[in-house]
């Protein structure tokens, strides 16, 4: 089945800096690769997702990039504010079919 | 309907007891998943369905574990003879999968915590 390796495991950057998030992916029929944020305590939430016939997406800050032929995708946040901190998850899947998650990116935006 | 329902919350039991979790999807979602997720994890991948049949099932998941969707609403995860390793945050997740569609976004809930003592 899919394997998705996640880094970094954790990341902290300062307010007003940009983070990335890197996921490589194992299976080349992987065709969808969402990415979810899981603040404390709460459920996963889907930010932002990319599917495979285009190479970059975009919403406001947030922005992922696909690289199908290396199978990584990654994912920018720009001026980070504090309330981005929290864990995300990237995904991948088959033909929107079981979806696997990488294990996590802590990100902490200092003030 | 305002989301994905997990029942219970927590659970707390000892070795050994059996427990069922329960997920009511949102109603009009086909999909419905179920995940494991440990502290410092991403969530790990158990079963999903499609209305009522289970079209894949982790190898990783041993015979303790079993799922059901008996009408393709709500479905249950029951966790036979639990050991201290089940300890976890259960989470059930829906989505409406369409052959076309151009993507699967997963609802979560807001889980089940499970400690096995």
């Known amino acids: 089945g899919e394997n998705v390796e996640q880094h970094p495991s954790t990341l902290s950057v300062q307010e007003g800096d940009s983070a990335v998030i890197k996921c490589t992916y194992s299976?080349?029929?992987?065709?969808?690769f969402p990415w979810y944020k899981q603040e404390l305590g709460k459920r996963p939430q889907l930010i932002i997702d990319?599917?495979?016939?285009?190479g970059e997406k975009k919403d406001q800050r947030i922005a992922v990039t696909l690289n199908k032929t290396a199978k990584h995708f990654s994912l920018h946040i720009t001026e980070t504010q504090p309330e981005d901190s929290a864990v995300y998850f990237c995904?991948?899947?088959?033909?929107?079919?079981?979806?696997?998650f990488g294990a996590g990116t802590r990100l902490t935006v200092k003030p | 309907d305002t989301g994905v329902s997990q029942d219970p919350r927590h659970k707390i039991t000892k070795r050994g007891q059996n427990v069922t979790f329960r997920c009511d999807p949102i109603?009009?979602?086909?999909?419905l998943y179920w995940y494991r997720q440990t502290l410092g994890q991403g969530p790990e991948f158990l079963t999903y369905?499609?209305?009522?049949?289970?079209?894949?099932k982790s190898r990783l998941l041993s015979d303790r574990f079993s799922a059901e969707r008996p009408k393709g609403s709500f479905s249950t995860l029951e966790i036979q003879r639990t050991e201290q390793g089940d300890s976890a945050m259960y989470l059930c997740?829906?989505?409406?999968?369409?052959?076309?569609?151009?993507?699967?976004?997963?609802?979560f809930g807001a889980g089940s915590r499970l400690t096995v003592l």
């Open positions: 997740a829906s989505s409406m999968w369409g052959q076309y569609s151009g993507a699967n976004v997963l609802t």
């Open positions: 299976d080349s029929a992987s065709n969808y």
């Open positions: 990319i599917r495979s016939n285009v």
């Open positions: 995904a991948a899947s088959i033909n929107n079919n079981d979806m696997r």
């Open positions: 109603s009009e979602h086909n999909r």
């Open positions: 369905f499609q209305n009522e049949a289970q079209l894949e």
